[in-house]
């Protein structure tokens, strides 16, 4: 699972290709504690959560233990990614809510920090449904200093961003001194990304592949990707699973990427993409004429009173 190239740096920015993520539905430590030491056994290196998420204690303790058990020499083996969410998103609370992080992963520093959102929700509001009383103007320059300040105070190694549209990059590159390392965005062959992807590889920003499986089984998911008969074809001339078809398609798009599984089968199985086999230029034009839909659309942050009014003031027109 080699590195992504870092756009800050121009140097080496040693994430490793295949996350495993930790958004669960409902806060469960003891599960994912369990879970995260067991993929950290057998050969996960980067683990993605989120202050939105709950799960960043159970993410450090089952460092520390793996770093006491001998399955890591250092919390340095690791890559961890948190994010800010909407509610932290003003200038005064970004560094405070990156030191609460910290004490929660029990770390001295993140390798990514992310704003999770292009969104202000006011302080303390961090679970929906959310009402036009509970959003704020997003400052994106505000915002992104305080980032950069985390960055300079070698708290977070690298920042980034979440969920921004070709449009939102533009303006953060526009006047961010320090530029985005990573855009954590939904990828899938459901949702391809090509414009996002090819303006990223352009200014160098590495795109990050979230819900590659399409998130069945979440609030706002689809069997869209996994029901997909293109890729049920593809994945039997292949004797893989549909799974590991999407995720290797995202793989070769050159995105890391996040898998979520708790199952240890699974897990393995999702590492199982990167050797010893590929997808064929026919099997890439068939999924590449597959209809584009986005998945995760953000309809809880759209209001007629609030800073984003339809859809398409939220993703600048570009869903």
Not at 66 to 94: E, N, P, Q
Not at 230 to 249: E, F, N, Y
Request: glycine content about 8%; hydrophobic content about 40%.
């Amino acid at each position: 699972m080699s590195g992504a190239k870092d756009a800050a740096a121009g140097a080496v920015f040693a994430m490793p290709r295949i996350g495993m993520g930790t958004a669960v539905q409902g806060p469960k430590p003891e599960p994912i504690r369990r879970a995260v030491l067991r993929a950290i056994e057998i050969g996960y290196r980067h683990f993605d959560t989120a202050a939105h998420y709950e799960t960043e204690a159970p993410i450090g303790a089952a460092a520390a233990e793996a770093v006491r058990s001998g399955a890591i020499a250092s919390r340095g083996d690791l890559f961890i990614t948190s994010k800010l969410w909407c509610s932290d998103a003003h200038r005064d609370r970004v560094l405070p809510a990156l030191q609460q992080t910290l004490r929660n992963l029990e770390m001295e520093y993140v390798d990514l920090f992310l704003v999770h959102w292009p969104v202000s929700l006011k302080p303390g509001r961090y679970k929906g449904p959310f009402t036009a009383d509970d959003f704020a103007p997003f400052d994106m320059r505000a915002v992104w200093e305080a980032m950069e300040e985390c960055h300079r105070l070698g708290l977070a190694k690298a920042i980034g961003v979440c969920n921004f549209s070709c449009k939102k990059l533009e303006s953060l590159l526009s006047f961010a001194t320090i530029p985005p390392a990573v855009n954590q965005v939904e990828v899938n062959p459901v949702w391809q990304q090509r414009k996002l992807r090819e303006m990223c590889r352009e200014k160098g920003i590495q795109i990050c592949a979230y819900s590659p499986l399409g998130a069945k089984g979440t609030h706002w998911g689809s069997d869209s990707v996994m029901g997909s008969g293109v890729l049920h074809d593809i994945a039997v001339s292949k004797g893989k699973t549909v799974a590991q078809v999407c995720l290797r398609w995202v793989y070769e798009q050159g995105d890391c990427l996040i898998v979520k599984s708790f199952d240890e089968a699974r897990m393995r199985e999702n590492l199982d993409i990167v050797d010893g086999w590929e997808l064929t230029e026919e099997d890439r034009r068939r999924i590449a004429g597959i209809p584009q839909q986005k998945i995760n659309r953000g309809l809880r942050f759209v209001s007629e009173q609030g800073p984003y009014k339809s859809l398409d003031e939220l993703w600048d027109g570009e869903i």
